[in-house]
């Protein structure tokens, strides 16, 4: 009976800190996705090449996307993890309306709408700051 | 008596291999974290930063160009466009590691 009970309380704080581990690794994973697919719009916005960047916008909203779905998958065990995975959700949420917005601002772009193009790039930077703000208090929470 | 105490201990010993068993199986369930990714790169702990700061700077290119009069490069444009058809053709300077076709489009 001892032995029962010094195994279950071994177990115990295993499997807190396994399912926690693996909402770090898929957050560390998505987040690295993400800036991979940042860097590749930036670099479009930068040559001025739209088309791609409208591609490469919507590329970003589908793997923002697929990380809250990842994320929501994991059940972290403890408050800290709940936290951080509340927080990520709401990153990556921010993220895909980000993409949206470049999408849509791309879109205006090449239709030679620049008031559009504008007004969806500043919202998306607004988005953007917000997503930026909750996707570092959620890397903190699950350090 | 000393057999019972041999039992005893043969019994004790069974549950505690099985509670470490147990133990290294939650430990390891992982679902697709679990061992198959062993070789691959780990993103390192500062990838939400990496992540907001690329997002940061895109948010900015993207809002300078759409405030930008000056014509796109509709030639390389039209070529990186048709690479992405293709399959190929990274803009130069792209290091961009996945396929970016049409996925999810």
New interface residues.
Partial sequence: M???L???F??AP??S??SN??LK?????W???????????????????????V??A??F??DALHARTAIAARRPSTARGLRGKRLALAAFSY?AA?GRQ?VL??Q???QRH?RA??S???L??QL??K??RT??A??RAL? | MRFMKVILILVASGLLAIGIGATVAIADDGGPEGSPEACVVVPPASAPANAANAVSAAAEDVSKEAENLQGDDEQGDAQSAQGDDQGQGDEQGDCNEQDDDNQGE
């Fill in positions: 001892l032995v029962l010094i195994a279950v071994l177990a295993s499997a800190t396994a581990r693996t690794t898929t957050f560390a994973r987040s690295h996705v993400i800036a991979v697919d940042a860097y590749g719009i930036d670099l479009s916005a930068f040559r001025r090449h739209p088309r791609r960047m591609r490469r919507r590329h909203r589908v993220y980000v470049w601002s791309g205006a772009r090449l620049t193009a504008v969806h790039a500043t998306a930077r953007s700051v997503g930026n996707l570092i959620a890397g350090r």
